[in-house]
């Protein structure tokens, strides 16, 4: 079982980047999928998640209206679309995978897998 996250990099402020978080060994939709982010010195924190087969969608309140996640279960892959982003926004971001229910979705204790995380860095 792996998870390949990628998409990291330098954006300026207001910019985007799409990460994806790619499986293998496992078909992604059996499993809630999160991202995570930690910023040097910070604790790692949730930032969005979806649950399996259904596929509810989660949010922190520091990314809503600006960051979406999504699947694509034929690449079995998970995407998180990162726009309007912010200086803040700038963290190693891990995506992981487990049995979450949605209201757990960004508790990091709830996932068994992990990725090795991307590096965003948004600066001017």
């Known amino acids: 079982v792996q998870l390949q996250a990628s998409g990291g990099g330098l954006v300026q402020p207001g910019g985007s980047l799409r990460l994806s978080c790619a499986a293998s060994g496992f078909t992604l939709d059996d499993y809630a999928i999160g991202w995570f982010r930690q910023a040097p010195g910070k604790e790692r924190e949730g930032v969005s998640g979806?649950?399996?087969?259904?596929?509810?969608?989660y949010y922190a309140d520091s990314v809503k209206g600006r960051f979406t996640i999504s699947r694509d279960n034929a690449k079995n892959t998970v995407y998180l679309q990162m726009n309007s982003l912010k200086p803040e926004d700038t963290a190693v971001y891990y995506c992981?995978?487990?049995?979450?229910?949605?209201?757990?979705?960004?508790?990091?204790?709830?996932?068994?897998?992990w990725g090795q995380g991307t590096l965003v860095t948004v600066s001017s």
């Open positions: 992981a995978a487990g049995s979450s229910s949605y209201w757990k979705l960004l508790a990091p204790r709830e996932y068994d897998y």
């Open positions: 979806i649950t399996s087969n259904d596929g509810n969608t």
